[in-house]
């Protein structure tokens, strides 16, 4: 073989090596999902929000899997991102996989470096190393108690999901980015900004399927009712209820309705009955933690923390299948100890909390 035919042969062999990275063909994210009988199942191709839920897609723009729910997202594996180092990546990817504080800021650490490189590199680099540096600065929030500037390190990361759901609507990532930075400010006790960052996902222009913007929409209502703007709430409960078909979606605008309603007014208690009697129609226990939560928050209001506590216990020990739901009555229960000077059982559920928030 001549020399300049041994030169044409490595030209074109790194010409085709640079389109298959830029294209993401040679490594693909690895993608494993949870089946309904509990077993799990990897593929390779890319996630993406499909008509209802989300969709994998492979290389070749085929659906190899369609209506994921978001839950059943088990891991994803890393692929190839024009314009960084995969070598980097799969290093990063090792230190967060280990799981403590000091690899979770190591890796933030890499991550922040990886982002200065990104200036030039396509939207699809630029959004993972985004998503992987809130994700990286809530893992060291997780793993930060109260005693060590939490709030601090927690503001800071609920504040990166805001910012990357205002960089990248209609990418997959902004559900988990709610989910994460939701979950931060009701720790916050700051469910204003969560039913802001909710209310961003509910709008038509988010880019995301009917049935998660309901389910935004639905968060919304229900921190707005946390943050006592009972107005929005109650009108918004109204409007979803009135479109929404028979089945727990409407019950559970039902009891928003009449929870907001009754906080707006005089007599908070005034709907625990009409409450309590759509939980006694109802065998759902997604329907029954929320019913839970809304008595929680009307005894709140009538100041009476100890009927409170029993109703968020509920939801914590028994209708707990929301984890996120779980999660935001203890975020509760916590608050009602304080109010009760029961400083053993803040510092308990302080505990609870830190060991329950990776979880989420």
């Known amino acids: 073989m001549t020399r300049q035919a041994v030169r044409w042969l490595v030209a074109l062999f790194a010409v085709t090596l640079l389109l298959d990275t830029a294209l993401g063909q040679n490594n693909p994210e690895r993608i494993t999902i949870r089946n309904k009988d509990g077993t799990t199942k990897g593929y390779d191709g890319e996630l993406k929000f499909g008509p209802t839920g989300f969709q994998i897609v492979s290389a070749d723009k085929k659906v190899l899997v369609n209506n994921v729910a978001p839950d059943d997202v088990v891991k994803i594996a890393p692929g190839d991102y024009a314009g960084v180092d995969r070598a980097v990546i799969l290093g990063l990817n090792t230190a967060e996989e280990k799981k403590t504080k000091a690899e979770y800021e190591k890796a933030r650490l890499g991550y922040t470096e990886l982002l200065k490189k990104t200036l030039t590199a396509p939207e699809k680099t630029k959004r993972f190393v985004e ?215 803040v510092r308990a559920y302080e505990d609870k909390l830190q060991r329950t928030r990776e979880t989420l």
């Open 131 to 345: 998503y992987k540096l809130a994700l990286m600065a809530t893992r060291v929030a997780d793993e930060t108690s109260y005693e060590e500037k939490w709030t601090e390190i927690a503001t800071e990361a609920a504040n990166a999901w805001n910012s990357f759901i205002g960089n990248y609507k209609g990418s997959w990532e902004v559900w988990p980015a709610a989910k994460h930075g939701a979950r931060i400010y009701a720790e916050l006790n700051k469910f204003d900004e969560a039913a802001r960052m909710w209310g961003r996902l509910a709008k038509a222009d988010a880019g995301l399927p009917p049935d998660l913007r309901q389910e935004a929409a639905m968060q919304e209502i229900d921190c707005q009712i946390r943050s006592k703007a009972y107005a929005n709430a109650q009108v918004a409960a109204e409007a979803l209820g009135k479109a929404a078909g028979p089945g727990p979606v409407k019950d559970k605008l039902a009891m928003y309705e009449l929870a907001a309603k009754a906080l707006g007014g005089s007599d908070p208690v005034s709907a625990v009955k009409a409450i309590e009697a759509k939980l006694a129609a109802t065998k759902d226990s997604g329907v029954r933690s929320v019913g839970y939560s809304l008595l929680g928050e009307l005894y709140l209001a009538a100041n009476r923390p100890r009927d409170a506590m029993w109703s968020y216990l509920w939801v914590e020990t028994v209708f707990n299948t929301d984890r996120y739901e779980a999660f935001k009555a203890m975020c509760r229960l916590k608050e009602v100890f304080r109010v009760q000077g029961d400083e053993d059982r």
